[in-house]
C-alpha cells in the first residue's frame, strides 16, 4: 500500500478551524506565480529567522524580533504551503509529503538550535525539549503507517499552537527580561529552561496518551 497517498489527515487543534479558514482566504488570493515550493523555501527562511533572532539575542535583546518574525514566517511558508497545493489541485502526495516533512525536522532543529544558543536558555533543556518534540512527531508518523491516519495534533495541540507559544516567549523575553534563580538540585535556571522543560513533558506526556490509544485499538484489532 502506498501510504504517502493512501492516509487521512486529521488536524484538531485549538486554533485549527480557524486557520483553515485563513490559509483558504490566502490561497484563494495568493499570486499564480508564487508555487507550493517556493512557500516550503519561506518556511525555512523563517525556521532560520529564529535561529538567527535567538542566536543574535545575546548582542542585544532586540534581535528577538527576528525571531519572532521567523516565527510567523515559518507558519506562513509551511501552513500554507500544502494548502495551496491542494486548492490548486496540484498535488504531489509522494514528493510532497516527503519535502514537506523533511523540511520540518529541519526547521525544528533550527528553532530550537537558536533557542538553546541563546543567553536565556540551557543547550541541554532545548534539547531535550527538540527530542520530545521529534518523539511526538515520530509517533505520529508510525500511526499514519499502521493506521492510515496522520494526526497534525494531539489533544489539541499542533504546530501553530507550539509556534504561538514561542511567538509569546521571544516577546515576553523582549519585555521582561529572564533573569537567573538559583534552586535546590538544580542550580541556575531561568524561566525559559522552565518552560521549555514543562513543553518537554507535555510533549511526552502526549506521546504516551496517543501511544497508549493506539496500541489499545490495534490491539482489540489483532488480538
Not at 108 to 120: A, H, N, Q, Y
Not at 149 to 156: L, M, P, T, V
Amino acid at each position: 500500500m502506498d501510504v504517502a497517498t493512501k492516509h487521512t489527515r486529521v488536524q484538531e487543534s485549538l486554533l485549527s478551524r480557524p486557520e483553515r479558514r485563513v490559509l483558504l482566504w490566502l490561497a484563494r488570493h495568493m499570486p499564480d506565480w508564487v508555487k507550493p515550493d517556493h512557500l516550503t523555501a519561506l518556511g525555512v527562511v523563517g525556521a532560520v529567522g529564529v535561529l538567527l533572532g535567538y542566536a543574535l539575542s545575546s548582542i542585544h535583546p532586540a534581535y528577538l524580533w527576528l525571531a519572532v518574525l521567523g516565527f510567523v514566517l515559518n507558519w506562513f511558508g509551511d501552513s500554507l504551503d500544502g494548502t495551496l497545493a491542494r486548492y490548486r489541485k496540484h498535488e504531489r502526495p509522494r514528493y510532497g509529503f516527503f519535502i514537506d516533512h523533511t523540511i520540518d525536522v529541519v526547521d525544528e532543529m533550527l528553532m530550537f538550535l537558536g533557542i538553546g544558543l541563546s543567553p536565556f536558555a540551557d543547550f541541554s533543556v532545548a534539547a531535550f525539549a527538540l527530542i520530545s518534540y521529534m518523539a511526538l512527531s515520530t509517533l505520529a508518523y508510525i500511526n499514519m503507517i499502521v493506521n492510515q491516519e496522520f494526526r497534525i495534533s494531539a489533544s489539541k495541540i499542533g504546530p501553530t499552537e507550539v509556534r504561538v507559544v514561542g511567538i509569546a516567549a521571544s516577546i515576553a523575553l523582549f519585555l521582561f527580561g529572564c533573569p537567573q534563580v538559583t534552586m535546590p538540585l538544580i542550580g541556575a535556571v531561568t524561566w525559559l529552561d522552565v518552560l521549555l522543560a514543562l513543553i518537554s513533558i507535555v510533549f511526552l506526556a502526549l506521546m504516551a496518551n496517543e501511544g497508549a490509544r493506539i496500541g489499545s485499538r490495534l490491539a482489540k484489532l489483532e488480538p
